[in-house]
């Protein structure tokens, strides 16, 4: 009994023995690739942790979008519908869906200007402005907006940036977003740590590939971004 036990020991240690021999020679590859590239071209390139980096701004745009529907399915907010549409989310979920479809959505800033009352940043602050006036319209966008928030309650923690990151996209990079790529890829490596940290599913492979193949440096030409929803429909 006492010689199986060094059996066991040794064969314990020798396979740990391995796994770091294995992890050695792959961090030394590793480590004389870089140096080669450097030699090469003077600098490291550094790993692209953006996978929609060839992608036109409304993919990436609707990504972000996908992720937040990740979030409502993950946090029990909104079951597979049985008929599209028929979800309390939809009417912020069918216009952040615009984005991709849309032939200039912010030509007159009509889009952004209704996404931005849209936004919790806006709807659950505080102190709102008082001295703002409110159309019918924004009246009856801001209660809708309150009572989806609220109803969500704690789960707006994952919720409420998952909501503001295509809008932010937009906004800040849409006139020109190859002049700031690494800041556009920072926005979806936020979506992505905030899905991993809540333990959410990524959005499905099949979507990411059909979004990777809307090729663009700018915002790209529209496409029907719905067929990647759960719940706008599209057909």
């Known amino acids: 009994m006492e010689k199986l036990g060094r059996v066991f020991f040794f064969g314990v ?3 740990v023995m391995l796994a770091g021999m294995g992890a050695g020679i792959w961090l030394l590859c590793r480590l004389a690739g870089m140096g080669l590239e450097f030699l090469r071209t003077g600098k490291v390139k550094k790993p692209d942790k953006g996978f929609l980096g060839g992608a ?3 993919a990436k745009a609707s990504w972000l979008v996908c992720c937040l529907e990740e979030a409502l399915l993950a946090g029990g907010l909104e079951p597979y519908p049985d008929q599209p549409g028929d979800c309390p989310w939809h009417p912020l979920l069918a216009l952040l869906w615009q984005v991709a479809e849309l032939p200039a ?3 007159d800033g009509k889009w952004l200007e209704e996404a931005i009352g849209w936004l919790p940043s806006e709807v659950l602050t505080p102190h709102p402005s ?3 006036p409110r159309s019918q319209g924004e009246q009856e966008r801001f209660a809708a907006a309150w ?3 609220t109803r969500a309650g704690y789960r707006m923690a ?3 940036p998952l909501v503001e990151l295509p809008v932010r996209l937009v906004r800040d990079y849409w006139d020109d977003p190859t002049a700031r790529s690494d800041d556009i890829l920072a926005l979806l490596e936020e979506a992505r740590r905030l899905l991993e940290d809540y333990n959410i599913p990524l959005p499905p492979r099949d979507r990411v590939e059909f979004l ?3 090729k663009g440096l700018g915002p790209g030409e529209p496409f029907v971004g719905r ?3 759960y719940f706008v429909p599209w057909c």
Do not use: G, N, T
Request: glycine share 0%; proline share 8%.
């Open 158 to 160: 994952c919720l409420a």
């Open 147 to 149: 009572a989806l928030y």
């Open 227 to 229: 067929q990647c929803s």
């Open 105 to 107: 959505p912010l030509v």
């Open 13 to 15: 240690a020798y396979a």
């Open 130 to 132: 008082p001295d703002k």
């Open 56 to 58: 036109s701004l409304r």
């Open 212 to 214: 990777a193949k809307q």
